[in-house]
């Protein structure tokens, strides 16, 4: 499967931003997929996920409240929905994708095989 992150940009502080990951080769409801962040010095992080089936869906402590992940499978994407954006959100961020994860492996980037180009978020104070 081929992922294509996008939707990053510049934004301020409080503002909104829905990144977008658009799967190519396979249907993405086959998929679980996680999204992750890398901010500049730093290891890429956890930031979400969601099950194949929608119904689990898992959450880094520093986004939770602020940024879902729907899906869509009709339309073959899964978003990443961040409100209340703050400055240390900005990173890249990349989506994943894998068959399966477990609660124990979700947050680990070695569980997916498949990964995103990566889209940059800028944060502004």
């Known amino acids: 499967v081929q992922l294509q992150a996008s939707g990053g940009g510049l934004v301020q502080a409080g503002d909104s931003l829905r990144l977008s990951c658009a799967a190519s080769g396979r249907a993405l409801r086959r998929e679980a997929i996680g999204w992750f962040r890398q901010a500049p010095g730093k290891e890429r992080e956890f930031v979400a996920a969601?099950?194949?089936?929608?119904?689990?869906?898992y959450y880094a402590d520093s986004v939770k409240g602020r940024f879902t992940i729907p899906r869509d499978n009709a339309e073959n994407t899964v978003y990443l929905q961040m409100n209340s954006l703050k400055p240390e959100g900005t990173a890249v961020y990349y989506c994943?994708?894998?068959?399966?994860?477990?609660?124990?492996?979700?947050?680990?980037?070695?569980?997916?095989?498949?990964w995103g180009q990566g889209t940059l978020v800028t944060v502004s104070s």
């Open positions: 994943a994708a894998d068959r399966a994860f477990s609660p124990h492996t979700v947050k680990f980037s070695s569980t997916y095989n498949y």
């Open positions: 969601i099950a194949r089936s929608g119904g689990y869906v």
